[in-house]
């Protein structure tokens, strides 16, 4: 079902031809300038760590009348996002110097060891429920979320698969992306789901595969998405809320309404630094999902929009890098970051201003949590090597 490429033990930098029309730049047509100035490497270097402090505070904000009720300690997930965030920052500078083409050599085992723990993670005795969801496998210290490791492993092994010219099977593809969906829904875990089945699609079209093939996605979506809405009540009730969020304010719609209070009680500038009221327990998941809306209420408008402004700042320089890496894999790789970030960013704030349903998919660097964290900094750590490998070859 899922076979590792042959040319996975040795991955050479193959180069994408001039006249290869994935070499030109989606904007002006020509090759792009190699990411070689110190500006874009700083970017991609300091966002990071500036959103992740800033999502230190806000974590603390969120949960400390949580963490005080819960253990007695309102600084207790606060110590924990700041160990989390040290360890992914470290990792982050351990990877942006090993060579990329590394995680070629190691992605099929990275997927199979995802989709282990995937099945792992089902068992009662094992796997931990959280926000509904069997999506934990408890270590003692910590909790290890498998489908975040997922997530990394889809970009990884896509990546370096689908570049490979002698790979040519979509119902392989096919195969392994319905493979990891069925076993993230069993949890559930929809919001993750969507997530892994967008990047799938995505890293297909930027490895530059016959884009035709991807229609076959749209009737079988469809086709899913009517299934999970019918099989069970809770997201028939979630699909509800989202289209009518006044139908039952202390019911099925009480989440998104007290996110909606938070933003809307931050008028322009917010209420100030540490005067959150909805952080007295009455919004749901605060210091995780919703913290976007803990920013909103004590920041403001003005606060909440500098948040989105740093964001697309992050995701200009990560698209300047895939538009940029000649290297065929590479290109793949940064892609998938790309699209990774993005695809966080959209899904939770499109659930916070009530775009989109909410779906439980963390906030990069800001939502509590320490798989994503870590994951997040390590795709970080892989496009600084690709950058830094850009501007000496460039």
């Known amino acids: ?27 002006s047509g020509k090759r792009s300038e190699q990411v070689r100035h110190t500006g874009s490497f700083s970017g991609l270097f300091i966002i990071p760590l500036l959103v992740s402090i800033v999502g230190l505070f ?14 007695g300690d309102s600084f207790h997930y606060l110590k924990l996002q700041l160990v989390w965030i040290t360890a992914g920052f470290v990792f982050m500078i351990i990877v942006s110097f090993l060579d990329y083409h590394f995680w070629s050599r190691i992605a099929f085992f990275l997927m199979v060891l995802s989709i282990v723990l995937l099945v792992i993670v089902l068992i009662p005795a094992i796997g ?13 210290p910590f ?44 949890q559930p875990d929809i919001g993750t789901a969507i997530v892994i089945f967008s990047l799938g699609v995505m890293i297909y079209f930027l490895a530059g595969k ?36 006044q139908i039952d304010p202390q019911g099925i719609s009480f989440h998104i309404n007290q996110i909606l209070i938070s933003l809307s009680s931050g008028n322009v500038f917010g209420k100030g630094f540490g005067a959150s009221r909805q ?43 895939y538009c940029s890496t000649n290297d065929r894999f590479g ?16 899904v939770n704030l499109g659930g916070m201003v009530a775009l989109m349903p909410l779906t439980g998919v963390p906030l990069p660097f800001i939502s509590y949590g320490g798989s994503h964290i870590v994951i997040s900094f390590i795709l970080m750590g892989i496009a600084l090597n690709i950058a830094r490998q850009n501007a000496r070859e460039g």
């Open 1 to 27: 079902m899922i076979r590792k490429p042959k040319s996975l033990r040795k991955t050479p930098k193959t180069r994408i031809p001039p006249g290869d029309p994935a070499s030109l730049s989606p904007v």
């Open 279 to 321: 952080k007295y327990l009455f919004l749901p998941e605060a210091h995780t999902d919703s913290v976007f809306a803990i920013i909103g209420e004590e920041l403001g408008f003005v606060g909440a929009a500098t948040l989105v402004i740093i964001y697309m700042m992050l995701m200009y320089l990560l698209y300047r890098l």
């Open 58 to 71: 806000f974590v603390y904000e969120a949960s400390s009348i949580l963490s005080l009720d819960k253990t």
């Open 210 to 245: 016959d884009i035709y093939k991807l229609l076959i996605f749209v009737p079988l979506g469809i086709a899913a998405f009517v299934g999970l809405i019918t099989a069970a009540p809770y997201r028939f009730n979630r699909l509800i809320a989202f289209m009518n969020p």
């Open 331 to 346: 290109r793949a790789l940064a892609g998938g970051v790309f699209v990774y970030f993005g695809l966080q960013i959209i």
């Open 128 to 140: 931990k429920v959280g926000g509904g969801a069997r999506s934990w496998i408890d270590l003692g």
């Open 143 to 186: 909790n290890l979320q498998p489908t975040e490791l997922a997530k990394f492993a889809t970009i990884l092994y896509l990546a370096s698969w689908l570049v490979q010219r002698e790979v040519k099977k979509f119902s392989t593809f096919l195969i392994l992306l319905s493979l990891l969906l069925f076993l993230i829904i069993l």
